[in-house]
Structure formats: structure tokens, C-alpha cells
């Protein structure tokens, strides 16, 4: 199973970029679509991104799409999602996470990791 090491979060005024990494360990970490979700306080984890092992077709919730891209290097066994014109409600917990595509929408096939904080002040 692949391990997933999320780092990058920070405080960033409305606006401000930051970029996360999801660092991965194992082999096969190439064969293996890859996602973010974020979770506000007091609210569900929802979906964010997600990328496929060959980098190809992305997806991307409405909510950021047009902000936010998504993007991997496999050399690397690195996940990143560049942030751009955060706004405070993408305050959150960010996780990646190994997934697959469900009727319902984007789901994990992993564990979670610990998360990185992202606070945006307005």
C-alpha cells in the first residue's frame, strides 16, 4: 500500500497562492490515481482534485476549479495542488489520498494521512 505525507499548508491572506505536496513512498506509486479532499471545521470532507496515474485528464471540484491545479510527478512519487487566489473558505485540512471514481463521486482507496493545515485570512 502507498504511503501519502502531505506538506505545504500555511496562513496566506485572500488571494495569496501556496502550493501543497503529497509526498508518497512505494514502488508503485506511478500506477495509482491520486486525489485531495479538505475538510473545514464542522463540515464534511469533500473532494478537491484529482489526477490519474499518467497525468492526464484532471478533475476538479466547481468550487475551485479555474484557482486550483493539480499535477504529479511521478519521478518524484509527488502529488502537487497549486493553490491561487485563495479565498477563507478554502480554509481547511487538506489530505491526499489514493481514489477511484464511484457513481456518487470521488472516493478513497487509502488511508488518510495526517493533513495539512491551510488558513486564508480575509
Known amino acids: 500500500q502507498v504511503q501519502l505525507v502531505e506538506s505545504g499548508g500555511g496562513l496566506v491572506q485572500a488571494g495569496g497562492s501556496l502550493r501543497l505536496s503529497c509526498a508518497a513512498s512505494g514502488r508503485t506509486f506511478s500506477s495509482y490515481t491520486v486525489a485531495w479532499f479538505r475538510q473545514a471545521p464542522g463540515k464534511e470532507r469533500e473532494f478537491v482534485a484529482t489526477?490519474?496515474?499518467?497525468?492526464?485528464?484532471?478533475y476538479y471540484a466547481d468550487s475551485v476549479k479555474g484557482r486550483f491545479t493539480i499535477s504529479r510527478d511521478n519521478a518524484k512519487n509527488t502529488v502537487y495542488l497549486q493553490m491561487n487566489s485563495l479565498k477563507p473558505e478554502d480554509t481547511a485540512v487538506y489530505y491526499c489520498t489514493t481514489a477511484f471514481r464511484k457513481a456518487t463521486g470521488w472516493v478513497s482507496s487509502g488511508s488518510w494521512g495526517q493533513g495539512t493545515q491551510v488558513t486564508v485570512s480575509s
Open positions: 489526477i490519474p496515474w499518467s497525468g492526464g485528464i484532471t
